[in-house]
């Protein structure tokens, strides 16, 4: 059983959280172009203060500090960046430890009849967040979120594979570099024409556009990845680099679609450095068994 002062402390505890989030919901439908996704931010902003007016039965009125003004301003920033899909599943990833204190009190025994009754349907709406509110929201990252990282990651296992082959093959830092943009453009042509044919066979799916982020991200990627190896640094060092940026660039994206589609990053990411960690040593002695068959070093 929950004590009066217990629950006035948890109350000040989500009242806070549910203020932010109205005035959060709030900033981002004011600059929302899309009408569909500006009556939506306007619904979730008004749920979390109807959550609010609830907690502060319990709580008194709650001001949000200097801090926490401050950070309102970043996310207002991280969603101009990243995206509101992102910054909402971001913000409301502890959603679900929210959720069970909030049926701990529930079940508590703590309040009464109407006011469980009303606690039942902010749970209710809690959880509508999380899954159909914000899955309607509709932008362009995340409608071509598979696109993007098909792009990107078949170039970054790819490149990997051939300046890691390079590597067995050559000493040439610039030569290997070269080789990577030969086969990243032509790969990249080729992605796009597969994206192409594969989104003609998906509904809601433009063609043309899937083809273009797919072959936008592939040649991106290429480009960075080259880049320490086209600079003339040594062959080693080049690809050290190389692989490094894959990495930062992977973890971004592992991270960012994570969040959108409710993963867990930590696996996901191990598991794609063991796929490229794997491509690479496939590749140096692939370009070794080249080299002693043929005895040419370029």
Do not use: C
Request: glycine share 8%.
């Amino acid at each position: 059983m929950i004590t009066k002062e217990e629950l006035v402390v948890k109350a000040r505890e989500f009242a806070l959280d549910e203020l932010f989030d109205s005035i959060l919901y709030l900033e981002m439908s004011k600059r929302e172009k899309k009408p569909e996704n500006k009556q939506l931010l306007m619904k979730m902003s008004e749920q979390e203060r109807a959550h609010y007016e609830f907690w502060k039965l319990f709580s008194g009125e709650v001001r949000l500090t200097t801090r926490d003004f401050a950070r309102l301003r970043l996310f207002i920033l991280l969603s101009r960046v990243l995206g509101k899909v992102f910054t909402i599943k971001y913000l409301e990833r502890h959603e679900g430890k929210v959720v069970a204190e909030y049926r701990g009190i529930l079940e508590s025994g703590a309040l009464g009849e109407d006011k469980k009754v009303i606690l039942e349907k902010i749970i209710e709406d809690e959880v509508e967040h999380e899954t159909s509110l914000t899955n309607q929201l509709e932008e362009f990252a995340v409608k071509h979120l598979g696109a993007i990282a098909l792009g990107m990651s078949d170039a970054i296992i790819e490149l990997s594979g051939v300046h890691a082959g390079f590597l067995g093959y050559t000493a040439s830092s610039v030569t290997t570099g070269i080789a990577g943009l030969i086969v990243g453009v032509s790969a990249s042509m080729s992605m796009s024409a597969a994206a192409y044919l594969q989104s003609k066979q998906e509904k809601g799916k433009s063609p043309g556009t899937t083809a273009i982020v797919t072959g936008l991200m592939y040649m991106l990627t290429v480009i960075l990845l080259t880049a320490p190896f086209l600079a003339g640094l040594p062959l080693l060092h080049a690809l050290v680099l190389s692989l490094i940026l894959a990495f930062i660039v992977l973890a971004i994206f592992s991270f960012y679609s994570a969040v959108i589609m409710d993963r867990a990053f930590l696996r996901d990411y191990v598991e794609n450095i063991g796929i490229i960690f794997l491509v690479v040593a496939i590749g140096y002695f692939f370009g070794e068994w080249v080299k002693e068959v043929t005895g040419v070093l370029p």
